[in-house]
């Protein structure tokens, strides 16, 4: 069963009732991330790129089709899901380490407190955020308190990791250094991810697998596979194939963003 | 070096204000009816100084009494509109119309509702002049939460009372103390509004009712700082409860 699907989202359909009737935000979409692998979802703005995330979260309940993890329908949030937003939502009375505790606090387990610290003060080190777990997030800088965002999204381990844009308030290089730092991540623990992004690059770099929507109500209309291998340097982001993914992602985007202009202009 | 000057700085600003206050009346040589100087309040205190521990206490333990309802009626009335958008709008409107009715006028309508509940009618008062700003410091701060602190909390299975208790309740509590250093004020106005326009021979309000019928202008002035001093010290309690529960708030200067 080496293919499983760890994420299924079979024909999804949703619309947000607004004063001005309902708002279609997906439309039949099909997304399937097999067990462990790391799939990007790339579109134009406000193609309901975050209804989705909420949507596997189990926080909303799509009006059709079905959202499964390991195989189970979605009807209510899961213990075995993590998140991280583009903005990290420390919780700023608490230290580093007991943000990152925070999970462990709520998803029932058998930690003791001995190995709740253990285990996030490994996953702070993995991250390079050693020697700040005592310290406020007010005293961090962006790129560690979206570091710290990920060890709480992870400390419970999660089977699906939801990130929602999680890089994209950060500048080029720190959000380089998260790139190798979900890398690592990713090594040494297993999680599937699903991304919300802006940035091709960043899903050339991180993903198994692009999936670009197209233009409200959004249906998957283009998916790419980025066949790097594991090991990936941020050279490898401009050999000729990488840079033919990215041309090829930007073209699709912008078939996309078409679209989405014409539907707007009929409406 | 730090502790010397968080406590020499604001001693020498009262020593200079003192000195400015007893050099002006000398200065003008202003007769004690017009305005008494430092130097006539020592003597003041001192021949009443029996009176003023224990009026003095009758107006700090209502106070506080006061204040500790307004404190859960507050954050009752305060969770309410936080929480819910129907109580929001149906509450506010309500809540701002009473606190516009100057609470001075309601101190004769209280004392006919309750005749002789002295106490009772102090205590009220002290309540009802203080409890909105926590109220509305508390809704505020409940509903402009983040809808992100929620998801993180929410999509782990948390439910409603562990979101409460993790993150709208600290998250609020800089708010929460924002508003109570303005209601600890608050309070002691709405006691001395009764002490003073009802007087029972309780309370400091008392005291310099009666320093305004027998004339003794010293010690008007007497209870005024006896007053500001309660103030500080409920103020500066509260600064201290801040710097426990809601320290993190404050920036480390850089």
Same mark, same amino acid.
């Given at each position: #069963?080496?293919?499983?699907?760890?994420?299924?989202?079979?024909?999804?359909?949703?619309?947000?009732?607004?004063?001005?009737?309902?708002?279609?935000?997906?439309?039949?979409?099909?997304?399937?991330?097999?067990?462990?692998?790391?799939?990007?979802?790339?579109?134009?703005?406000?193609?309901?790129?975050?209804?989705?995330?909420?949507?596997?979260?189990?926080?909303?309940?799509?009006?059709?089709?079905?959202?499964?993890?390991?195989?189970?329908?979605?009807?209510? =949030?899961?213990?075995?899901?993590?998140?991280?937003?583009?903005?990290?939502?420390?919780?700023?009375?608490?230290?580093?380490?007991?943000?990152?505790?925070?999970?462990?606090?709520?998803? =029932?387990?058998?930690?003791?407190?001995?190995?709740?610290?253990?285990?996030? #003060?490994?996953?702070?080190?993995?991250?390079?955020?050693?020697?700040?777990?005592?310290?406020?997030?007010?005293?961090?800088?962006?790129?560690?308190?979206?570091?710290?965002?990920?060890?709480?999204?992870?400390?419970?381990?999660?089977?699906?990791?939801?990130?929602?844009? =999680?890089?994209?308030?950060?500048?080029?290089?720190?959000?380089?250094?998260?790139?190798?730092?979900?890398?690592?991540?990713?090594?040494?623990?297993?999680?599937?991810?699903? #991304?919300?992004?802006?940035?091709?690059?960043?899903?050339?770099?991180?993903?198994?697998?692009?999936?670009?929507?197209?233009?409200?109500?959004?249906?998957?209309?283009?998916?790419?596979?980025?066949?790097?291998?594991?090991?990936?340097?941020?050279?490898?982001?401009?050999?000729?194939?990488?840079?033919?993914?990215?041309?090829?992602?930007?073209?699709?985007?912008?078939?996309?963003?078409?679209?989405?202009?014409?539907?707007?202009?009929?409406? | 070096?730090?502790?010397?000057?968080?406590?020499?700085?604001?001693?020498?600003?009262?020593?200079?204000?003192?000195?400015?206050?007893?050099?002006?009346?000398?200065?003008?040589?202003?007769?004690?009816?017009?305005?008494?100087?430092?130097?006539?309040?020592?003597?003041?205190?001192?021949?009443?100084?029996?009176?003023?521990?224990?009026?003095?206490?009758?107006?700090?333990?209502?106070?506080?009494?006061?204040?500790?309802?307004?404190?859960?009626?507050?954050?009752?009335?305060?969770?309410?509109?936080? @929480?819910?958008?129907?109580?929001?709008?149906?509450?506010?409107?309500?809540?701002?119309?009473?606190?516009?009715?100057?609470?001075?006028?309601?101190?004769?309508?209280?004392?006919?509702?309750?005749?002789?509940?002295?106490?009772?009618?102090?205590?009220?008062?002290?309540?009802?002049?203080? @409890?909105?700003?926590?109220?509305?410091?508390?809704?505020?701060?409940?509903?402009?939460?983040?809808?992100?602190?929620?998801?993180?909390?929410?999509?782990?299975?948390?439910?409603?009372?562990?979101?409460?208790?993790?993150?709208?309740?600290?998250?609020?509590?800089?708010?929460?103390?924002?508003?109570?250093?303005?209601?600890?004020?608050?309070?002691?106005?709405?006691?001395?509004?009764?002490?003073?326009?009802?007087?029972?021979?309780?309370?400091?309000?008392?005291?310099?009712?009666?320093?305004?019928?027998?004339?003794?202008?010293?010690?008007?002035?007497?209870?005024?700082?006896?007053?500001?001093?309660?103030?500080?010290?409920? /103020? /500066?309690?509260?600064?201290?409860?801040?710097?426990?529960?809601?320290?993190?708030?404050?920036?480390?200067?850089?």
């Amino acid at each position: #069963m080496a293919l499983e699907n760890q994420i299924e989202i079979k024909g999804v359909t949703h619309a947000y009732q607004t004063d001005e009737g309902p708002l279609p935000v997906l439309e039949d979409l099909n997304i399937s991330v097999p067990l462990n692998s790391f799939v990007a979802v790339v579109g134009p703005s406000g193609c309901g790129k975050s209804t989705l995330t909420r949507l596997i979260a189990g926080l909303m309940m799509p009006d059709e089709g079905e959202v499964r993890l390991h195989g189970e329908i979605i009807k209510s =949030p899961k213990s075995t899901v993590g998140m991280a937003f583009q903005n990290p939502v420390l919780l700023e009375w608490r230290s580093i380490l007991k943000n990152v505790l925070l999970p462990l606090e709520i998803v =029932p387990n058998k930690l003791t407190s001995k190995e709740r610290i253990e285990r996030a #003060m490994s996953l702070l080190s993995l991250v390079g955020l050693e020697g700040v777990e005592d310290k406020r997030p007010s005293e961090l800088s962006g790129g560690m308190r979206q570091r710290a965002s990920l060890c709480r999204a992870l400390v419970h381990r999660p089977e699906v990791l939801i990130l929602d844009e =999680p890089f994209g308030a950060l500048d080029a290089f720190t959000r380089e250094d998260l790139w190798q730092i979900m890398h690592a991540l990713r090594k040494e623990e297993a999680f599937t991810t699903l #991304m919300i992004t802006h940035d091709l690059r960043e899903s050339v770099f991180l993903a198994d697998q692009g999936v670009v929507l197209s233009g409200r109500p959004a249906t998957a209309q283009y998916t790419l596979d980025v066949d790097l291998g594991h090991e990936r340097t941020l050279e490898d982001l401009y050999t000729d194939q990488s840079v033919t993914m990215l041309a090829k992602l930007r073209r699709e985007i912008q078939i996309a963003q078409g679209r989405s202009e014409k539907t707007e202009e009929r409406s | 070096m730090d502790m010397v000057r968080k406590i020499a700085i604001p001693l020498t600003a009262i020593a200079v204000f003192l000195l400015l206050w007893e050099w002006l009346v000398w200065f003008n040589q202003w007769p004690n009816y017009k305005m008494a100087s430092p130097s006539d309040l020592w003597p003041a205190f001192w021949k009443f100084k029996g009176l003023f521990l224990s009026y003095g206490w009758d107006t700090l333990w209502r106070t506080v009494a006061g204040l500790m309802i307004a404190i859960v009626v507050g954050t009752g009335f305060g969770m309410l509109m936080g @929480f819910s958008k129907i109580m929001r709008e149906g509450l506010y409107p309500l809540l701002v119309g009473f606190n516009a009715i100057p609470k001075a006028t309601l101190v004769p309508v209280i004392a006919l509702m309750f005749i002789g509940a002295d106490d009772m009618n102090t205590v009220l008062m002290a309540f009802l002049i203080s @409890f909105f700003p926590i109220a509305v410091s508390v809704s505020i701060g409940l509903s402009t939460l983040e809808p992100e602190y929620r998801d993180i909390l929410k999509s782990l299975g948390a439910s409603r009372f562990v979101i409460f208790k993790k993150i709208a309740l600290p998250k609020t509590l800089p708010e929460f103390f924002g508003a109570l250093k303005v209601a600890v004020t608050l309070a002691f106005i709405g006691t001395n509004l009764v002490e003073i326009i009802e007087p029972h021979g309780k309370g400091l309000g008392f005291l310099f009712d009666s320093g305004k019928i027998s004339a003794d202008y010293p010690l008007m002035f007497a209870v005024l700082i006896a007053l500001a001093f309660l103030g500080i010290v409920l /103020y /500066y309690i509260v600064v201290v409860l801040e710097k426990i529960f809601a320290g993190w708030a404050e920036r480390a200067e850089t």
